[in-house]
C-alpha cells in the first residue's frame, strides 16, 4: 500500500509538499478550499499545475481532494443539496486541472427524510457530478461513523450506492475509525479478514479506491468520529498490521488523517512504516 497524510496547504502547495515529503509520505490529501464553507475558490491553474510536478517531483502519487464537511447530498433542502453539488463538482475540476487521482467525500445525513427518498437523492446528485467527470479522476465515497442519520455508514449501504450508480469513476473510500465506530471490529487478523471479506461481498475489493488509517479512542459501535494516533487506540498495532499485510489490499492507498501537530504527524507515519516493515519482512 502507498501510505500518505492529509496535509493542510493554508502555507502553499510547496510547504505541503515539503511537509508530507519530510514525514516520509507516499501519497497526500488535501482540502481545495474552505472544508467549512460553501464558498468555493477561484480555481488556479498555473497554481495548480505547479502543485502536481511539485508532487512528481517528491514522488508523491496519488494525491486525494478532500470535499468540504458541509457536503450533504441527502439534504431535503434544495439550496444545501446544490451547494454541495457545487462543492462536489468545483473540487472534480480541480482534481482534474491539478492531476489529483481522487476525490473524497462525505455523503451527509438523512435527517428526518425518508431513507428512500434521501438515497435516491444522493443518487441523482452522484450521477449529476459524474456527468461531466474527467478521465483519470475518481469520486470515492467515505464511510461515516453511523451517528445519527449519516448515510453511508455500513459496508451494505456503500455498495447499495455503487449499485445504484454503476460509474466505472465512482469508488470507496473506507475510514478505519468511522468502521470501529460503526460495528467493525478490525483490532485482529480476524475481524479484518472479516471486515474485507464483507467489503468485497457488498461492494467488490476493485471499487475500494481508498483507505484512511486512523485509529480511535472510542468504543466498539459508539457511532463517534474520533481519530487518533496510530496504534494508541482500540484498532491498535494488530489491526493496522492486518490491514497493511492483508493481500486483497496490496497497490490500494491510505491516507492518516491523524490529529495533533507536525511532530505528530512524523510520529505517526514513522509507526506506519514500522508495522509496514515488519509486514514485509515476513517470509
Not at 515529503?21 to 499545475?49: C, H, W
Not at 450533504?72 to 487521482?101: E, T
Not at 449529476?128 to 475518481?138: C, H, T
Amino acid at each position: 500500500m502507498r501510505v500518505g497524510l492529509h496535509v493542510h496547504v493554508a502555507g502553499g502547495y510547496a510547504k505541503a509538499v515539503e511537509h508530507a515529503k519530510a514525514v516520509g509520505a507516499a501519497a497526500m490529501q488535501v482540502f481545495s478550499t474552505n472544508p467549512r464553507s460553501y464558498r468555493r475558490t477561484a480555481i488556479d491553474a498555473a497554481s495548480l499545475e505547479a502543485f502536481a510536478q511539485l508532487r512528481r517531483e517528491a514522488d508523491l502519487d496519488p494525491c486525494a481532494i478532500h470535499t468540504p464537511y458541509l457536503v450533504n447530498l441527502a439534504s431535503a433542502d434544495p439550496k444545501i443539496s446544490q451547494g454541495s453539488l457545487g462543492l462536489l463538482k468545483h473540487d472534480l475540476a480541480v482534481a482534474a486541472r491539478g492531476g489529483m487521482r481522487f476525490v473524497n467525500t462525505h455523503l451527509g445525513s438523512y435527517g428526518t427524510r425518508d431513507r428512500a427518498e434521501g438515497f435516491a437523492a444522493i443518487c441523482r446528485a452522484l450521477e449529476a457530478a459524474l456527468a461531466d467527470i474527467e478521465p483519470d479522476v475518481f469520486l470515492v465515497l467515505e464511510n461515516s461513523a453511523g451517528a445519527g442519520n449519516l448515510a453511508g455508514g455500513t459496508l451494505e449501504e456503500l455498495g447499495a450506492f455503487v449499485r445504484a450508480v454503476p460509474h466505472p469513476q465512482l469508488g470507496i473510500c473506507l475510514d478505519t475509525a468511522h468502521a470501529w465506530a460503526t460495528g467493525y471490529e478490525i483490532n485482529s487478523k480476524a475481524g479484518v479478514d472479516r471486515f474485507i471479506d464483507e467489503a468485497s461481498k457488498q461492494i467488490g475489493i476493485d471499487r475500494v479506491l481508498m483507505f484512511h488509517f486512523n485509529d480511535t479512542q472510542v468504543p466498539l459501535g459508539a457511532s463517534r468520529d474520533r481519530h487518533w494516533h496510530i496504534g494508541e487506540g482500540s484498532i491498535g498495532f494488530e489491526g493496522f498490521r492486518a490491514l497493511l499485510a492483508h493481500p486483497e489490499l496490496r497497490g490500494k492507498t491510505a491516507i492518516l488523517e491523524t490529529p495533533g501537530t507536525d511532530e505528530d504527524d512524523l510520529r505517526n507515519m514513522q509507526t506506519i512504516h514500522v508495522i509496514q516493515s515488519a509486514v514485509l519482512s515476513r517470509p
